[in-house]
């Protein structure tokens, strides 16, 4: 079961977690073409072996451990962490579709600032 990035990671994008994984399953990093494009990071589900190594590393705590222990409100980022893509823009608008419908459909989770989202999730 892979690790889900959720909604605290909008606007923080820090990257703390891809320097952390073992695996290079975090996209986009920094270094890479779609950095800039992208509304947040995602996880790849099939390349993640569940170390568990950038739940730490996230200021934010955007990381759930898999999609059963990702909130019920967040469950719609489980398929944009699986669809999203390097080099395939398709890929890449789909998954960014998916955020833009999550933004748009939680405003007042998304009001809420990056680093005191995640505690709040079990409030909505
Ligand atoms: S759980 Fe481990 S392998 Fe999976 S994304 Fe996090 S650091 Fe990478
Ligand atoms: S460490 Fe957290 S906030 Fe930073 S990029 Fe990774 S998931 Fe997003």
Do not use: W
């Not at 993640?48 to 980022?77: F, M, N, R, W």
């Not at 398709?90 to 009001?111: G, T, W």
């Amino acid at each position: 079961m892979p690790f889900i990035i959720t909604d605290p990671c909008i606007e923080t994008k820090d990257t703390a977690c891809v320097d952390v994984c073992p695996v290079d399953c975090i996209h986009p990093r920094k270094d890479e073409a779609e950095f800039a494009q992208a509304t947040m990071l995602y996880i790849h589900p099939e390349e993640c072996i569940d170390c568990g190594a950038c739940v730490p590393a996230c200021p934010v705590a955007a990381i759930y451990e898999s999609p059963d222990a990702t909130p019920a409100h967040q469950k719609d980022l489980i398929e944009a962490n699986a669809i999203y893509r390097n080099g395939d823009a398709d890929a890449i608008a789909r998954a960014e579709e998916i955020v833009k419908a999550h933004v748009a459909s939680q405003p007042e989770l998304m009001a809420i600032p990056g680093p005191e989202r995640q505690a709040a999730h079990a409030r909505f």
